[in-house]
């Protein structure tokens, strides 16, 4: 009853997914994507994400390499309810461009 409600997400979200369903085989690293872009633009009706000339650039640069432990001390959310801190990725976003704008690099919100 006293524990805080709710967890943070965003964050993790692509590592959790990557390491739960692609690294496992459930999805290829494409159906991955698919269902972390496409899928939810075209729910909520918008332009699907593209990397045509001359389209918006909502754009997010990921390292499906790069090997990182999720530490409370560098959650960027007011939150820090999460089940994941300590645990060990393989996949990290590393810069988020919002109208071809960067709005995150490398774990900072600028």
Same mark, same amino acid.
């Given at each position: &009853?006293?524990?805080?409600?709710? %967890?943070?997400?965003?964050? +993790?979200?692509?590592?959790?997914?990557?390491?739960?369903?692609?690294?496992?085989?459930?999805?290829?690293?494409?159906?991955?994507?698919?269902? =972390? +872009?496409? /899928?939810?633009? /075209?729910?909520?009706?918008?332009?699907?994400?593209?990397?045509?000339?001359?389209?918006?650039? &909502?754009?997010?640069?990921? &390292?499906?390499?790069?090997?990182?432990?999720?530490?409370?001390?560098? %959650?960027?959310?007011?939150?820090?309810?999460?089940?994941?801190?300590?645990?060990?990725?393989?996949?990290?976003?590393?810069?988020?461009?919002? /109208?071809?704008?960067?709005? =995150?690099?490398?774990?900072?919100?600028?």
């Amino acid at each position: &009853d006293k524990a805080p409600f709710g %967890i943070i997400g965003l964050e +993790t979200a692509f590592s959790i997914c990557k390491k739960e369903l692609v690294d496992t085989e459930v999805l290829s690293m494409e159906e991955l994507i698919e269902k =972390m +872009t496409v /899928n939810p633009a /075209n729910i909520i009706g918008i332009e699907v994400p593209s990397l045509r000339e001359g389209a918006i650039a &909502d754009v997010t640069i990921i &390292d499906p390499e790069e090997v990182w432990i999720y530490e409370k001390k560098e %959650i960027v959310s007011k939150s820090t309810n999460s089940p994941f801190i300590g645990q060990e990725f393989k996949g990290r976003v590393k810069t988020v461009l919002v /109208n071809g704008k960067i709005v =995150m690099e490398e774990g900072v919100i600028l």
